[in-house]
């Protein structure tokens, strides 16, 4: 097993490490292409601005490599994040972009629903999961995880919707399609709960 | 639901992890790396672990320690104490810290904040405002870890601070910390209705009903505590469980 957390020099990437160390993953940083031909799972992380990431990600030359390894490799992905936003066709954060189109949807602003909701989304809430999935085993409906976001995945299609947090009316915390997982929480951050989303990912191959 | 989060905080003076009254009379107890070790092991919902002597020896914050802290660190982690400039919070989020706490340095460059949001996104800049009832019953704010009155009252620097694009404010009530006799929760009330970022109340907690209190009288999203947790048998979780029961949303998920 080889883990890649690709780094497109944006964000500290010691915590996404630690807490894959922690589940027993054999992984590396890497901030070169090339490297995720050797990946048996691949972790895109992200903190920032949709756009800046994107920038990034196509200076670096990630784009195809990530696109490539992910559809014809069929090699498990997981975005975290940022990391689950890019995955989409386009996001709106820092101009209107072309996302990495590996699960599609947009990625719009949150919209406050209550005067006491407040943007950006930051603390523990609950994910329900909307699909039954190996990536969900052993977590309980209602769990909480750790989120920091102002935007969210909004699918084309219900298929890709795996699972769900009630904030700003209830919005799409994790997406799936085929070997690509995204989950809008950090489970590096998330302790014993995230811990049991990166071991479930990592037992999918 | 976004639930209200139970937090210990974690002061750390030279190699020691100490507690004081008043800021003052600092008693040490224990190390800080065993603390945060425990408090992970235990799923505690956050930890803000603050160098108390930075500031005063004008140093910058120990990157290596903080280092060793975060990698220890499952949970989000809020490093304060010593942040002076962008590159002090830089070296912070690198070290794995997930938010950071400016406090003194606010005082003399406001825009600290402002370019903080910018570079980092405002979830990582925590203002901490250290604040003491004045004869008038204003609540005025003091730097230097509490030593220095800034003239600044607190709501309008509460008001300031959140227009400048804080994340969050940690409101400590100067005279209140390390008496275990509640929070000043006057203090807390004015700031929490003063402003729509969220709120953590600190200084002064002694049992789970003061923390009750703060999230409700006080309108306080998170409460942080220390000598509660140091000096009795008190524990992040039977706080969460009795909060619970009095119908206050918080995570437990932990238990299961």
Known sequence: MQVVVIDYGMGNLQSVLRAFEECGADVIISDQPASLKTASHIVLPGVGAFSDAMNQIHAMGWHDAIRHEAIQSHVPLLGICLGMQLLADTGCEGGQTQGLGLVPGTVQKLVPDTPQTHIPHVGWNEFHRVQDHPLFEGIADGTDFYFVHSYHFKPASGQHAIGSTPYCGGFVSAVQSDNIFGVQFHPEKSHRPGFRIIENFLNIN | ?256
């Not at chain 2, 690198?94 to 996104?121: E, L, M, W």
């Not at chain 2, 100067?174 to 006799?181: L, N």
């Not at chain 2, 929490?192 to 002694?206: C, D, F, R």
């Open chain 2, 1 to 256: 639901m976004l639930k209200v989060r139970v937090i210990p905080t974690l002061l750390w003076k030279g190699a020691g992890l100490v507690k004081g009254v008043g800021f003052d009379s600092w008693r040490r107890v224990g190390t800080v790396l065993p603390a945060v070790k425990v408090y992970n092991m235990r799923e505690v919902d956050e930890l803000i672990v603050v160098d108390i002597t930075a500031t005063a020896e004008e140093r910058q914050p120990d990157y290596e320690s903080i280092q060793e802290f975060a990698y220890e660190s499952f949970v989000p982690l809020t490093m304060g104490g010593g942040v002076r400039s962008i590159n002090d919070i830089r070296s912070l989020l690198r070290c794995g810290a997930d938010k950071v706490a400016i406090n003194t340095a606010a005082y003399a460059d406001p825009s600290i904040i402002t370019k903080a949001a910018d570079v980092f996104g405002s979830q990582c800049v925590v203002v901490s405002i250290d604040a003491k009832r004045q004869s008038d019953e204003r609540h005025q704010c003091y730097s230097h870890c509490g030593s220095k009155p800034t003239g600044l009252e607190v709501v309008q620097w509460a008001q300031k601070v959140e227009e400048l694009g804080a994340g969050e404010i940690l409101i400590t009530s100067i005279e209140r910390d390390g008496t275990m006799e509640g929070y000043d929760l006057d203090l807390i009330s004015k700031v929490s209705t003063a402003v729509n970022i969220p709120v953590i109340a600190s200084g002064g907690a002694g049992t789970y009903e003061h923390f009750y209190q703060a999230l409700t009288q006080g309108k306080a999203q998170a409460v942080a505590a220390a000598s509660l947790y140091h000096f009795t048998e008190q524990t992040p979780l039977q706080a969460k469980l009795y909060l619970k029961s009095k119908g206050i949303h918080v995570r437990t998920s932990q238990l299961t």
